[in-house]
T-cell receptor, first 112, second 115 residues
Framework: DAKTTQPTSMDCAEGRAANLPCNHS???????VYWYRQIHSQGPQYIIH???NNETNEMASLIITEDRKSSTLILPHATLRDTAVYYC?????????????FGKGTKLSVKP | NAGVTQTPKFQVLKTGQSMTLQCAQD?????MSWYRQDPGMGLRLIHY???????DQGEVPNGYNVSRSTTEDFPLRLLSAAPSQTSVYFC??????????????FGAGSRLTVL
């Protein structure tokens, strides 16, 4: 399975864009990139996922490089409520590889 | 919709006791799974199920049993609790499981302490 590398922690000013990087240099052609976040001790929350095209939804944007070896999650206007641990996960469709494997993620602190 | 409901939210056990963590979802999701999360760690997969009557082991299955007799329920059983099983347990479900996007919906968690 492909592995991901994320910074341990990041800070962001409230109202500014938060850009969270993720490296997945060994990603396979059939593996998608997923982002989840976990606020305090709550259950993780799905944010967005993509294969190779950039994706956007009401929560965030996902930018995947052309070689697919890295991606960036963008929270366009971070608020204090976006303070959380953000997990970048790569996963293939089908079979036991379909399980999501969580790493330690990036702790994002949004500051006033 | 209630989503994914876990009970109990908190539980204290003594070493050697048994208990069952309950997980129920009302979204008709085929895929369900159990994770544990230890302090400062990511989530680790314990067991998962791709449908009623089908279960399989995840990354850390030892000490835990599961069954899936209905689509809605996926209980996690600790047969003989050990202090190493002190953790927060999360149940998750998704529609389509492996055949689809597997976007997980998580429960609120069950915090277990084994003395």
């Amino acid at each position: 399975d492909a592995k991901t590398t994320q910074p341990t922690s990041m800070d962001c000013a409230e109202g500014r864009a938060a850009n969270l990087p993720c490296n997945h240099s060994t990603i396979s052609g059939n593996e998608y990139v997923y982002w989840y976040r976990q606020i305090h001790s709550q259950g993780p929350q799905y944010i967005i996922h993509g294969l190779k095209n950039n994706e956007t939804n009401e929560m965030a944007s996902l930018i995947i490089t052309e070689d697919r070896k890295s991606s960036t999650l963008i929270l366009p206007h971070a608020t204090l409520r976006d303070t959380a641990v953000y997990y970048c996960i790569v996963r293939a469709y089908g079979g036991s590889q379909g399980n999501l494997i969580f790493g330690k993620g990036t702790k994002l602190s949004v500051k006033p | 919709n209630a989503g994914v409901t876990q009970t109990p939210k908190f539980q204290v056990l003594k070493t050697g006791q048994s208990m069952t963590l309950q997980c129920a979802q009302d979204m008709n999701h085929e895929y369900m799974s159990w994770y544990r999360q230890d302090p400062g760690m990511g989530l680790r997969l314990i067991h998962y199920s791709v449908g009623a009557g089908i279960t399989d082991q995840g990354e850390v299955p030892n000490g835990y049993n599961v069954s899936r007799s209905t689509t809605e329920d996926f209980p996690l059983r600790l047969l003989s609790a050990a202090p190493s099983q002190t953790s927060v347990y999360f149940c998750a479900s998704s529609y389509g499981g492996f055949s689809g996007a597997n976007v997980l919906t998580f429960g609120a968690g069950s915090r277990l302490t084994v003395l």
